[in-house]
């Protein structure tokens, strides 16, 4: 079992920043990918940014270029560095985590972006 929560989310200025954090309750050298979404009013689900254990990382369209997803294993947390926020990113963002055959999610965090 694996328990993620995410904190950093708030409301910011278009063009601003923030860094969103996911805590594990286990050492996250031990998941092999982690995951950011985010989830719109209104709108499905949809991948952010992914890394592996090894590093390798992919990004959605939309935020290539201007997002970040980084892992910190000794401190078991996974990091999402937000640049040049536009008000199109709002909305809750979740960690997920596959771990032994099984995808874990945490309970959002939510992110506004005023115009």
């Known amino acids: 079992q694996v328990q993620l929560v995410e904190s950093g989310g708030g409301l910011v200025q278009a063009g601003g920043s923030l860094r969103l954090s996911c805590a594990a309750s286990?050492?996250?050298?031990?998941?092999?990918?982690m995951y950011w979404y985010r989830q719109a009013p209104g709108k499905q689900r949809e991948l952010v940014a992914r890394i592996t254990n090894d590093g390798t990382t992919n990004y959605g369209h939309s935020v290539n270029g201007r997002f970040t997803i980084s892992r910190g294993n000794a401190e078991n947390t996974m990091y999402l560095q937000m640049n040049s926020l536009k008000p199109e990113d709002t909305g809750v963002y979740y960690c997920?985590?596959?771990?032994?055959?099984?995808?874990?999610w945490g309970q959002g965090t939510q992110v506004t972006v005023s115009s």
């Open positions: 286990r050492t996250i050298s031990s998941i092999s990918d």
């Open positions: 997920r985590a596959w771990f032994l055959g099984n995808f874990y």
